[in-house]
């Protein structure tokens, strides 16, 4: 039988530098990479203009909501058309005094004294819509020698009511 010698040597391991220096820098890259800068929120540049100084609250405008009403019959047509609490009639010459109403409440002819003039057209659910239509052309203008002349560019709509069921 043969025996070997166990006394050999023991060898010293050791690690080699090079290659976990490249997997140090591709992971650093890596993260580099995948990294993601978020803006603080809120945090707007907007250089904002110099403004001039408020006026005076006397000098501010005091205009009145708008508010226009159509009430429907049982078959739909117009009923009565109510500019505020104050009754305006039926037919077509209840549009061409609401026009003249709305006309003189923004400042006569020409351009309108303010843009934010806003008008709510509140219409009952039954009402036909050619009496809608002509509340809204009566609220925003009319044509003067043939020309559009704008009253009010701003309309809202009052959220449509179903009347009680009876």
Same mark, same amino acid.
């Given at each position: 039988?043969?025996?070997?010698?166990?006394?050999?040597?023991?060898?010293?391991?050791?690690?080699?530098?090079?290659?976990?220096?490249?997997?140090?820098?591709l992971?650093?890259?890596?993260?580099?990479?995948?990294?993601? /800068?978020?803006?603080?929120?809120?945090?707007?540049?907007?250089?904002?203009?110099?403004?001039?100084?408020?006026?005076?609250?006397?000098?501010?405008?005091?205009?009145?909501?708008?508010?226009?009403?159509?009430?429907?019959?049982?078959?739909?047509s117009? =009923?009565?058309?109510?500019?505020?609490?104050?009754?305006? =009639?039926?037919?077509?010459?209840?549009f061409?005094?609401?026009?003249?109403?709305?006309?003189?409440?923004?400042?006569?002819?020409?351009?309108? /004294?303010?843009?934010? /003039?806003?008008?709510? /057209?509140?219409?009952?659910?039954?009402?036909?819509y050619?009496?809608?239509i002509?509340?809204?052309?009566?609220?925003? =203008?009319?044509?003067?020698? =043939?020309?559009?002349?704008?009253?009010?560019?701003?309309?809202?709509y009052?959220?449509?009511?179903?009347?009680?069921?009876?």
């Open positions: 039988m043969k025996f070997r010698n166990i006394t050999t040597r023991a060898t010293k391991i050791e690690a080699q530098m090079a290659p976990m220096i490249d997997v140090v820098f992971l650093l890259i890596f993260f580099l990479l995948t990294l993601r /800068i978020v803006e603080q929120e809120g945090d707007f540049s907007i250089n904002m203009p110099i403004g001039a100084p408020a006026p005076a609250q006397s000098d501010e405008l005091n205009l009145p909501d708008i508010k226009v009403r159509l009430i429907a019959q049982s078959d739909g117009l =009923g009565q058309l109510l500019l505020g609490e104050r009754k305006l =009639g039926i037919g077509p010459a209840a061409e005094r609401l026009n003249r109403e709305i006309r003189g409440i923004v400042g006569g002819s020409g351009e309108p /004294i303010t843009k934010d /003039i806003e008008v709510e /057209i509140d219409a009952d659910y039954h009402l036909n050619e009496h809608f002509r509340a809204i052309s009566a609220c925003t =203008g009319s044509l003067q020698n =043939g020309k559009l002349v704008r009253y009010v560019e701003k309309i809202k009052a959220p449509p009511r179903r009347p009680p069921e009876g």
